[in-house]
């Protein structure tokens, strides 16, 4: 175990330099950002304050949020707005596959709010918008990034089987900080829709932030956890508090740190570990599509 000091945030009058990142610009980017206003288009990107926006939408890349911009989960950790959604758009599955089309996205990540007030969590959006980018732009691999079903089975295999090669589910933390950090959710409930979609015969992808008060061996154990209930991916990050509102960062985790879980997790059955201060769900992760299924 490498233990190295814990840098706290009261501490520090700005992030550490490892967390340093440049401001988006570019033309490609002002293409993309063009793009998704033209066509009435939600990217997690914008609306979850991601670090890697710049970089992403510069190599012409983005990833797209349907179902709306409002939740109906309150996280202590997400910047997406929380309350009674309104929009539901049944075309909204067109305007993103032409926008992956235009945009000549060789893989495209797909993610969406909770939908907890629909019947089928939105299943049938998220089916169709795979569905039809697939038949618009039939050379695109996809990664759908879905929320919780809330243990509505049929809705889970609904949004999962339009033909996205990954399938992910971010956990966000460990188990003893879920009432904290997902107060509407649960940690074993999370695992169980991983198996499910393992089961289902799918690509599985999971993420979780570091940095908000869990211990090196509560991540060795979710590790363990996630490869029992058949993820393949895992992706962790430094979580970086979105405004004053949401939940305060506890530590910054050294690089080192990250290093050091990126090769425990492979050590404990992961076939891909995307482990970094800056690394969000999707970031890299057309590299994700490669795993073996076997």
């Not at 032409?98 to 089916?127: C, F, P, Q």
């Not at 997902?182 to 829709?193: F, G, M, T, V």
Request: aromatic fraction near 6%.
């Amino acid at each position: 175990m490498i233990e190295l000091p814990v840098i706290a945030p009261e501490k520090r009058t700005r992030k550490p330099d490892w967390l340093r990142v440049k401001l988006p610009i570019g033309p490609e980017y002002a293409k993309v950002r063009q793009l998704v206003d033209d066509n009435k288009l939600h990217t997690i990107c914008e609306s979850g304050n991601c670090p890697n926006m710049g970089e992403c939408w510069g190599a012409g890349t983005a990833t797209f949020m349907i179902l709306g911009n409002v939740c109906t989960r309150s996280c202590s950790f997400c910047a997406v707005a929380t309350g009674r959604p309104t929009e539901y758009d049944t075309d909204e599955p067109r305007r993103v596959a032409e926008a992956i089309k235009t945009m000549g996205v060789k893989h495209a990540v797909i993610t969406s709010v909770n939908r907890d007030e629909l019947k089928d969590r939105g299943a049938e959006i998220w089916y169709q918008t795979v569905v039809q980018t697939k038949q618009i732009s039939p050379a695109t691999t996809i990664e759908t990034l879905i929320p919780d079903t809330k243990g509505n089975w049929d809705a889970l295999y609904r949004m999962i089987e339009g033909g996205q090669e990954v399938v992910s589910h971010n956990m966000e933390t460990v188990g003893r900080l879920y009432r904290m950090v997902r107060p509407q959710a649960k940690y074993e409930r999370s695992l169980e829709q991983i198996k499910r979609t393992r089961e289902a015969g799918k690509r599985t992808k999971s993420g979780i932030m570091l940095g908000v008060g869990e211990t090196q061996d509560e991540v060795f154990k979710a590790m363990d956890h996630l490869v029992e209930h058949g993820l393949m991916i895992l992706t962790l990050g430094q979580y970086l508090q979105p405004t004053k509102m949401h939940l305060e960062v506890a530590e910054f985790i050294h690089p080192d740190i990250f290093e050091m879980y990126r090769e425990e997790g492979l050590r404990r059955g992961l076939k891909y570990v995307e482990s970094g201060p800056l690394v969000r769900s999707s970031y890299h992760a057309e590299r994700h599509v490669n795993v073996p299924l076997d």
